[in-house]
Structure formats: C-alpha cells, structure tokens
C-alpha cells in the first residue's frame, strides 16, 4: 500500500510540474543528448607574436598528438584566430589605420599552424581581424593616449592582451566607456574582409566564430550569416556592449547548446575553465566541470586562452602538463571520448552529418552518437538538477529525488 500510495502522490506532483514548466522541460528535452563524449579545445587569440609562439605551439600541439580517442583521433585544438595587428609606424605616420599580417608578417607562427592543420591537431576558427577596434585605435594612438604606451613603444610585435579591457573588444568601439557598437556598414565590411583573409590563409572559409571578449550584437550575427557562419561559439551568454562602469550587457543572458538565433546559426557552449596562468583552474577543478558536462550528455569545451602557453616558460609548461593531465583523465574515465574542433561540432547540429570532416585538411571521421532514450532521460534529470534550484527543492520535499536517483544511477 505504500509503494501504491508514493506512486500516486509523485504522478500527482509530476503533473502539476507538468504545468507549472511544461515550455521548460519541453525545450530541455529538445537539446542535443550525446552518447559518445565529445571533447573540444577552444583556445582563443592565436594570431600575431613573437617568434617563440611558434615552438610554444609546437610543443602543445605534440602533446596533444599523443592523446587518441575511440576512433584514433588525435586531440585537436580549435585555435581562435586573430589574423592582424596594428602596424604602429604607418598608423603614426599617415592617421590612417593599418595592418600587420599574420601569413606575411609572422611566417614562423603561420607555419607551425600549418603544420598543425595538416597533422590534424589544429582546426583554425575565425576570432576577428583583430582582437580590437581598428578605427578607435588609430585615433587614440595620434592623440598619443597613455593607454597605447606599451603599443607605441614596440613597433613590431606587441602582446595586445595587455592593453585595457575596453580596448580589446572588436566589435565595438571601447575607447570611452560606455561602448558603442560599430555600424551596420563597419560590421559588414569588417566581417567580409576577415571571412576573405582566412580563407586566403587557410584554404577554407570559416564555418564558426567566437566574438573576442564575447562582444557582439544582431548586426554582428547578420554580418556572419552573409558570410555562411552556421555556428557562434560563446561562454553561455552573449555580450553586446559595456556600461559606464565596464559591466558587460549581457544579451540574452543564458545560452544552451545546440539553440538558434534569428538566422539560423547554432549556438555552441564552453563549459570547462582550464586558464592556469590566471590562477583560478587547474586540472582537478577542470576534470570536475568535465564530469558534469558527461553526466549531462553534452560535450566536454574546454576553454584555455593562448597566453596560458606564451607567457614564461615555466607558466607555458605548466599549462601544457596540466592540459596532459586533464585530457588523460577525460579518456581514461569516460566512454567513447570523441576529439573535434567546433565547426565540425557545428556542422553536426546542423546537418546530422554522415561523418565528421576536417575541412582543412579533408580528413574524415566516424558520426557522433546521439544518446539511447534511457541515457537521455537522466541527463535530461541532470541538467534540471545543475540548472534549476527551485526544482532540486521540489524534489527534495516531495521524495522526487529517489526516483530521479535510480533513473540517473542505472543508466551509468
């Protein structure tokens, strides 16, 4: 009689969750459900440096080459790529903003890429032209603004990740705060000439894109679509501008996997920290954001910035055996551990493809596995479980929780 009378009660409870989140569950449940593990690397910033990025590459790439999943991939690196930089003297000398290019100007850095395509342990994706404001940048460096010192000082390469945050958006102009978002006839431009140069340095356009400092609005977005970008990668929120303070707007402030936008783009999602040089992650916390992707079905998208690997050569090596660490743990304890770079990701959501295609290097490999019905139910529970507080509570205080136990328990 007891069993009979929970079974009663907890239909009761279930139905009137039914109607309390119906259009939550629904959309939930909707959402890409893996059975294999995906694993991505997104590495932002890769573009214009000093000569030693090159071997700093090279050496994150060898490691990543011993690293094979269940079909004997290797693991890869989505490198984010910035494909220009100031040229300070011309910019001094003539008012007019100019470029310094990475396949001319930085040949050591754009062959190790190349290597690395073709060893089939980088896929490049678009971050923008530059990793700032073109047009703002040239007025400020004639008005001789104190922020541009460490610019103006170094008339070839210079670390542009050390210029102020406000200064680092693309998509914006962040010279004073609050920001302005470039026009409708900037944005189109802007994006046109860097899809063209990529695809000139690459041999292939890019069929993704993260926005640097994750600094775009619907203008940036239509600007991709005209350019046939199927898929934006984000950190789970999109940003389109700063306030007075430097507070980021954030538009729309939640962001799922495998969710569109007005153009039909695929959102993709990072949701592993592993950024050592900042002292926040390290491959303990970063395996346990993995755990929770896996048990989640969704894939594991590892972020880990560029200067985590060009900074000292100590920092550079710590980063690599920590990112060794990482990745040894992930195949070791999940299933059907799966490496691939996020326009193939992108492109998977889209289409459903019949393989996995490095568009590259033209190298395939097998399709993903959506999940069975029954691993897909208790990651369906577990995403309500992280994402929801108020259901937890629900669960908790109606005996919920038991049978979402056993569901998620069983299909381990």
Not at 237 to 246: E, F, I, K, L, S
């Amino acid at each position: 009689m007891a069993v009979l009378f929970f079974l009663g009660f907890w239909l009761m409870c279930l139905a009137a969750l039914w109607l309390w989140k119906k259009s939550l569950f629904i959309a939930t449940w909707r959402e890409p459900y893996f059975a294999d593990t995906p694993v991505l690397i997104e590495s932002d910033d890769w573009g214009p440096g000093g000569d030693f990025h090159g071997e700093r590459l090279t050496q994150l790439l060898s490691m990543l080459a011993k690293h094979k999943d269940s079909v004997n991939r290797s693991a890869v690196l989505t490198a984010d790529m910035v494909l220009a930089v100031p040229d300070i003297a011309k910019i001094e000398s003539t008012g007019q903003y100019h470029r310094r290019m990475l396949d001319t100007d930085f040949p050591i850095i754009y062959k190790a890429l190349q290597q690395g395509i073709q060893q089939d342990t980088l896929v490049p994706q678009l971050h923008g032209m530059e990793h700032l404001n073109g047009k703002a940048f040239a007025e400020l460096c004639q008005k001789q603004d104190p922020r541009l010192a460490i610019a103006r000082s170094n008339k070839g390469w210079w670390d542009w990740e050390k210029l102020d945050s406000p200064l680092q958006g693309h998509y914006v102009d962040g010279s004073t705060l609050p920001t302005q978002a470039i026009s409708s006839v900037d944005a189109k431009a802007l994006v046109a000439n860097a899809m063209d140069c990529f695809a000139k340095m690459f041999g292939y356009p890019s069929l993704s894109t993260v926005a640097p400092c994750y600094l775009w609005n619907d203008e940036i977005e239509k600007s991709w679509q005209q350019q046939n970008i199927i898929a934006i990668q984000t950190a789970g929120y999109r940003c389109t501008g700063r306030d007075q303070t430097g507070h980021y707007f954030q538009d729309p402030p939640m962001i799922r996997l495998g969710s569109s936008n007005r153009f039909a783009q695929t959102y993709l999602v990072r949701n592993v920290m592993y950024e050592p040089v900042d002292g926040k992650n390290t491959p303990d916390s970063a395996f346990t954001e993995a755990e929770l992707a896996y048990r989640q079905a969704l894939p594991v998208s590892i972020s880990t910035h560029r200067y985590n690997y060009t900074r000292s050569e100590e920092q550079c090596q710590q980063a690599i055996s920590g990112l060794d660490q990482l990745l040894g743990q992930i195949i070791g304890k999940f299933p059907n551990v799966r490496f691939l770079a996020s326009p193939e990701l992108g492109e998977f959501l889209q289409n459903k493809t019949n393989h996995i295609v490095n568009r590259f290097n033209d190298r395939e490999w097998p399709s993903l596995n959506l999940a069975s019905p029954h691993r897909k139910t208790s990651a369906f529970l577990y995403r309500l479980y992280y994402r929801h507080r108020k259901l937890v509570l629900i669960g908790y205080c109606t005996g919920l929780i038991f049978p979402a136990w056993l569901i998620c328990k069983t299909s381990s």
